[in-house]
Nanobody
Framework: QVQLVESGGGLVQAGGSLRLSCACA??????????MGWFRQPPGKEREFVAA????????TYADSVKGRFTVSRDNAKSTVYLEMNGLEPGDTAVYYC?????????????????????WGQGTQVTVSS
């Protein structure tokens, strides 16, 4: 069983920054073996890919809409993955979710598909005001 808990969301003005965290509690297979992804769901829209990071942290993938503004990282010793968000725009307003891909041989670059992630957190709201 894997539990993911996001934190760090909130209300910020356009141009501001936030850092999201996702803490993982996993029995059996350890956090360090999971590819981790960040997704978001804007109001009234489908869930969409934001960023992902390989188990070692050596490979990352970003959606074009956030490339250059967001940075995904992880600390395997703390079983935590982060999403540093800078230059926030009103269009970034959404519920942000972290997710874990448990495949032993995940693709490189990391998957952008919702269906290929096995575990999800409950989400954290990010609201960017203009």
């Amino acid at each position: 069983q894997v539990q993911l808990v996001e934190s760090g969301g909130g209300l910020v003005q356009a141009g501001g920054s936030l850092r999201l965290s996702c803490a993982c509690a996993a029995s059996g297979r350890t956090f360090s073996r999971y590819t981790m992804g960040w997704f978001r769901q804007p109001p009234g829209k489908e869930r969409e890919f934001v960023a992902a990071i390989s188990w070692s942290g050596s490979s990352t993938t970003y959606a074009d809409s956030v490339k250059g503004r967001f940075t995904v990282s992880r600390d395997n010793a703390k079983s935590t993955v982060y999403l540093e968000m800078n230059g926030l725009e009103p269009g970034d307003t959404a519920v942000y979710y972290c997710a874990a891909d448990q495949r032993p041989y995940p693709p490189i670059p990391q998957s952008r598909r919702v269906a290929e992630y096995d575990y999800w957190g409950q989400g954290t709201q990010v609201t960017v005001s203009s």
